[in-house]
């Protein structure tokens, strides 16, 4: 089983960026999507980004799409978000998760289709 951990959130004001870190241990394998998500008070949790294995395919959903960037590092079992451009919006606890590769058509958005999941690092944007 993989363990996830997420790391780097804050309180930032709106316009600055933050870097996360998701640190994957266990029984890692470099067959997993990584994917984050972010869920705000009262609301469902939403996808973010994810990543292919290879890190040639790249998703973002619309909201941040152009500010957002995901990537990863599988020599360290790690994945990142760079956020920048943060707006109060982006306010929640993000999460990194992982799933199986699919396929570059798969949409990777779902969150039921992750297998694993992280315990969470808030991220607060001020305005």
């Known amino acids: 089983q993989v363990q996830l951990a997420e790391s780097g959130g804050g309180l930032v004001q709106a316009g600055g960026s933050l870097r996360l870190s998701c640190a994957a241990s266990?029984?890692?394998?470099?067959?997993?999507?990584m994917g984050w998500f972010r869920q705000a008070p009262g609301k469902e949790r939403e996808f973010v980004a994810a990543i292919s294995i290879s890190g040639v395919h790249t998703y973002y959903s619309d909201s941040v799409k152009g500010r957002f960037t995901i990537s990863r590092d599988n020599a360290k079992s790690m994945a990142y978000l760079q956020m920048s451009s943060l707006r109060p919006e982006d306010t929640g606890i993000y999460y990194c998760?992982?799933?199986?590769?699919?396929?570059?058509?798969?949409?990777?958005?779902?969150?039921?289709?992750?297998?694993?999941w992280g315990q969470g690092t808030q991220v607060t944007v001020s305005s």
């Open positions: 998760a992982t799933t199986l590769w699919k396929g570059s058509d798969h949409g990777y958005h779902a969150p039921p289709q992750y297998n694993a």
């Open positions: 266990g029984r890692v394998s470099n067959t997993y999507v």
